[in-house]
């Protein structure tokens, strides 16, 4: 079969490299991939967002089956575009992607079917938005309705910075139109978890749990990034939280998606925190999570084309895959300066074997990898315990280099200290 993968960071590269090993996969298309998914599929310039191209290169090229693995062209409603020229897509169409793509109607919808989640008000109006935030607990999160390259999120620890957080998506449109509502909760404790989940919109089969590290900085300091590292499982994920999440949060979402005749097919991830009053939903995504991703699949144990397939058609049911008892670790090598600003164009050097790297932003100059992103790669490894994949990791990224690199130091420390507890 002839497979495209709509995207072009780590994740990509980690959905490409699983679905190379399937024997019915002969060729794959990555658009517009980066420098190094070119090693493993052939890189077509158009972009993720460019859908009337995306659609017509699949036509020409009959396409048999077309991944789509960021946000933005399932909300856009990708699928739906290529559905209508008879070609089946992996990932929900616009009206399911909408879970992800509107926090304020996602919320409403947990509120509507009593799925567990954060107190919250939606405000379309900067003054009663203001307003609340004066009575409001603190730390209170304030969030832009739409997309916002996981970046529309403030945790106000201040009546100061809640006005400030306000002003600047609301007023000052940081992440433009995304931000005309707001989403004002309250702010939950706990260890958080994500869970990404294959669903055929009646069937859902979670996946190995994960544990992300979003902040810039070793201790889980400096700025929120696209993610700097996972592991996988995540400890805290236990099989009592996990057959609660089952029972009062996943059937209950597939099930409200249905009812709202927004049927949700493909990958839906579940960022979950673990409360003292139990599990609750932070966020919904349309999507595979990246970094998540990179430490999922290397685990699956099956054939990645198949379950896919099988989501589209909605026979999940009848595919059989499972998880290795292994622990993964991926760890996150960024320019200098991301996520606020860095140079390009540095050389990459990267170990022989490159089986377990996953590139996220390089270009091919004159044959050579140059970094052209922020999270430049990332590199997973996989072990019978956490702790030896973590090491594995580490030696593996001492391999690596390019100018000006950075990456933390202390990816698996929290869950390695809560497993030896
Ligand atoms: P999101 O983009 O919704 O995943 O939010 C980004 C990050 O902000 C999450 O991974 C959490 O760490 C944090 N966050 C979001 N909502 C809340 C909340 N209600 N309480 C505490 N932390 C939150
Ligand atoms: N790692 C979080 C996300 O993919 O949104």
Not at 120 to 146: H, N, Q, S, W
Request: proline content about 5%; hydrophobic content about 40%.
């Amino acid at each position: 079969m002839k497979i495209a993968v709509v995207g072009g960071g780590g994740r990509e590269h980690a959905i490409i490299k699983a679905l190379k090993k399937s024997p019915k996969v002969d060729k794959i298309y990555a658009l517009p991939g980066n420098g190094g998914i070119a090693a493993d599929a052939e890189c077509v310039d158009i972009g993720a967002k460019e859908l009337s191209r995306i659609v017509d290169f699949a036509v020409d090229n009959a396409i048999d089956y077309v991944v789509v693995a960021p946000d933005d062209p399932l909300a856009m409603g990708l699928v739906d575009l290529l559905e209508a020229k008879g070609i089946p897509a992996f990932g929900p169409k616009a009206s399911a992607a909408i879970i992800e793509s509107s926090k304020a109607w996602s919320k409403d919808m947990m509120r509507r079917y009593g799925i567990p989640t954060a107190e919250y008000r939606t405000f379309d109006d900067p003054g009663e938005a203001m307003e609340y935030v004066e009575k409001a607990e603190l730390p209170v999160v304030i969030k832009a309705d739409g997309l916002a390259l996981g970046k529309g999120v403030i945790i106000a620890e201040s009546r100061e910075d809640a006005r400030e957080g306000i002003k600047s998506i609301m007023e000052d449109k940081k992440f433009g139109d995304s931000g005309n509502v707001v989403v004002i909760e309250e702010f939950l404790r706990g260890p958080e978890v994500s869970v990404l989940a294959f669903t055929d919109g009646n069937v859902v089969r979670p996946m190995i749990s994960s544990m992300d590290h979003k902040r810039a900085l070793d201790g889980d300091k400096g700025l929120n990034t696209g993610g700097m590292g996972t592991i996988a499982p995540n400890p805290y994920y236990t099989q009592a939280v996990a057959d609660e999440c089952m029972e009062k949060i996943f059937l209950p979402t597939i099930k409200a998606m249905n009812q709202e005749g927004r049927t949700f097919r493909g990958c839906l991830y579940f960022g979950l925190m673990i409360t003292e009053k139990g599990p609750k939903v932070i966020e919904y995504n349309s999507r595979f999570g990246d970094p998540e991703t990179q430490v999922v699949l290397p685990l699956l144990q099956g054939d990645l084309l198949d379950i896919m397939m099988a989501c589209t058609n909605g026979t999940l049911s009848d595919v059989d895959f499972r998880f290795s008892s292994d622990s993964a670790c991926c760890v996150v090598a960024a320019s200098g300066g991301y996520p606020v600003s860095y140079k390009k164009g540095y050389p990459v050097t990267l170990p022989d074997d490159t089986s377990r790297i996953y590139i996220a932003g390089t270009k091919l100059q004159n044959g050579v990898q140059v970094t052209s992103g922020g999270r430049v790669l990332g590199v997973t490894e996989t072990a019978p315990t956490l702790r030896e994949a973590v090491d594995k990791a580490y030696r593996t990224m001492e391999k690596v280099s390019f100018q000006d690199m950075y990456y933390r130091k202390d990816i698996g420390a929290r869950a390695l200290e809560a497993l030896e507890k």
